[in-house]
């Protein structure tokens, strides 16, 4: 056997599920350059479980920590860790990490405020220690399928993007609900996916003009059926955005509310200058026009092996798996990564942008966010957390 990155898993809650699944997939398609030593969680039972779930697909068990300290000081030959805690833990657990010389891969969103984000940047490069942001969606075969139509010129200049999300979600989503544990909701939490998206399929978004509402600060403790306590909560439940995009007369309206009674409504859509790319109905090119499943098969009729297997490497289609073997064969071999912190950064910059402009009722550039110019929605998250 080769070369192999010994990574302890911190974190072992619904995420690290499918970080688990994801190492189980690369090992059955013959990717052994990995060993999972260690599985880390403040709660012993949810580590242990994932300690089991690894000893059926990996010749040696993990061993259990409860607490990162522990973790570090005991585990000697661990060279990386794969982080998938709350938001609010995200910079504490990366500085360590990093400060003990562990390269990093964080799930998204990359920090709960830039400034926390800055923290992580700043400790991994102070420890020469590679800092990898888990962005999965912009891999789904669809996404790839998506930049590909674009950056081949089948919709022409990309004019329009259309991202909305209208629906109702009246159920109590434990941290997720509270903005010192989240830093914001959803446009934080399964919009910087989006954001991700915005950068991957059009580029960088130079400004943003938001409102964001919270119209009812509450959710019914159970979901199915709905019921139960009423707990209250204090992210936002509708955000509606105004996106402007760098060097590029490109304009995006992007909504997503978990508010509407009645029917919900959604439409993912890109309008170029020749065509229209649907996350439903695929391209609508005129006699280029194709269905979703069509465009799927012309993008990979069109991968040389090379990239199909840096994409797909050995068919894998799982996300998850791809973006952990990226940061594995970066750590082990010093390949490039598509998802590293700073793009991590970049992403979480455009929801901020959005933040930003709800609380200070005016346009916000990215770039003064990246640059914590603009700190207003932020600053009692960084004030609590004591990043100031
Ligand atoms: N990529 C995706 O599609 C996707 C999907 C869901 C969640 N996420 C992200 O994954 C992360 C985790 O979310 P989740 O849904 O798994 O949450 P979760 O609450 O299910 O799991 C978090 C786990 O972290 C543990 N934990 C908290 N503080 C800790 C600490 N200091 N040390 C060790 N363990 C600690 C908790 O006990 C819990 O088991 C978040 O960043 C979230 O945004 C990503």
Known sequence: MGEQLNIALIGCGGMMGGHVNAYRELRAHGFDNFNIVACCDIRPEAAKAYADQIGEFQASKPAVYTSVEDLLSKQGDLMACDISVLHSEHHVVTAMCAEAGKHVTIEKPFSITMRAGKVMLDACTAAGVKIHVAENYRRALSERANKWAIKTGLIGEPWMIYWIDAGLRMWYWTWREH???????????????????FRYHIGPVEEAFAVTRSFWPHRYEHADPLGGKIIDVDVEDCMIAILKFEGAPTVGQWTLTSSCHGEGFGKRAIYGSEGALDWGMGLQAGDASMDRQALEAAFLASLDEDTRELYFPRGIMDTVAQELKEFIDAVLYGTPMETDGLEGYKAEAICYAVYESAVTGKAVKTADVEALKVEEYQKDINEHLGLV
């Open 179 to 197: 903005r010192m544990d989240a830093g914001a909701g959803w446009t934080l939490d399964g919009g910087v996916h989006f954001a991700d998206m």
